[in-house]
Structure formats: structure tokens, C-alpha cells
């Protein structure tokens, strides 16, 4: 099974079909490509064919990560592919899922390497302990 990283670049988000613009993936070997998907001229829509033809070859043996398959779904859409179809790993939720959760692993020192910054979180009280604080 292959892991096929996506992010898709758009705009006009609030219609039906987004307005495609670029595209960037990397399969596990570890080469990134890219493409424009601009579908005002011909290159753009021979780029939409290739990458759709590239997206049904390994539909069944990958698995497609993002990191908010809503928006990537929806691209998968104005493609005129059915995101159904394709195994999804969204990185999103799963952060969500680790950091919400009441456990060891939403609390503690976490490095924020683009902002350049270190937060440390503790666990609040239990507001439904029988136990009062003072």
C-alpha cells in the first residue's frame, strides 16, 4: 500500500466545482511533483487529464493523505472523481484527536517550529472532583 500525500491549491471555494489551480503530491518514494491546474488554457486541462488518469492508476493500491480531506475531497469532485472511491488519512483530525483527548498527550511542552515558539499546558482541575480546592 502507498501513501500518496496531496495538497491542492484553488480558489472560488464557495461553488459547487473549486476553481483548481495547482496541485503538489509525493508517493513514497520521496519526489514531489507538481503541476499547474489552471483551466483557462489547454496545459491546464492536459494537466487535470494526467492527474486524474495518475489518481485512478493507484486508487486501489494507496492510500491518500491530507491534511483536511474535506477541501481535498471537494478537489477530487471537480476533477470529476468520486472521493469514495479512495482510502483517506486525514492528518488533521487525527492531531485533533491526540491534542482533545483527556490524556498525557494534550499537556506538556510542544514546539511550534514555524512560529518558533515553546508552550507548556498543564492539566486544568477536575471541575467534578469531589475534592474543593482552596
Not at 471537480?78 to 494534550?106: A, C, H
Request: hydrophobic share 35%; net charge positive.
Amino acid at each position: 500500500m502507498k501513501n500518496i500525500y496531496i495538497d491542492f491549491e484553488y480558489n472560488c471555494s464557495n461553488e459547487k466545482y473549486l476553481n483548481l489551480v495547482a496541485v503538489s503530491w509525493k508517493v513514497d518514494d520521496g519526489k514531489v511533483h507538481s503541476m499547474w491546474l489552471n483551466g483557462r488554457d489547454a496545459k491546464g486541462g492536459l494537466n487535470k487529464i494526467k492527474l486524474k488518469n495518475f489518481l485512478l492508476k493507484y486508487k486501489d493500491e494507496s492510500i491518500i493523505v491530507a491534511f483536511n480531506v474535506v477541501a481535498e475531497a471537494q478537489s477530487f469532485i471537480s476533477l470529476g472523481l468520486d472521493p469514495r472511491q479512495f482510502k483517506w488519512f486525514d492528518v488533521q483530525l487525527e492531531y485533533k484527536m491526540i491534542m482533545n483527548q483527556w490524556n498525557t498527550y494534550q499537556y506538556g511542552t510542544h514546539y511550534f517550529s514555524k512560529m518558533k515558539t515553546v508552550k507548556t499546558t498543564k492539566r486544568p482541575a477536575n471541575r467534578y472532583s469531589e475534592e474543593k480546592s482552596e
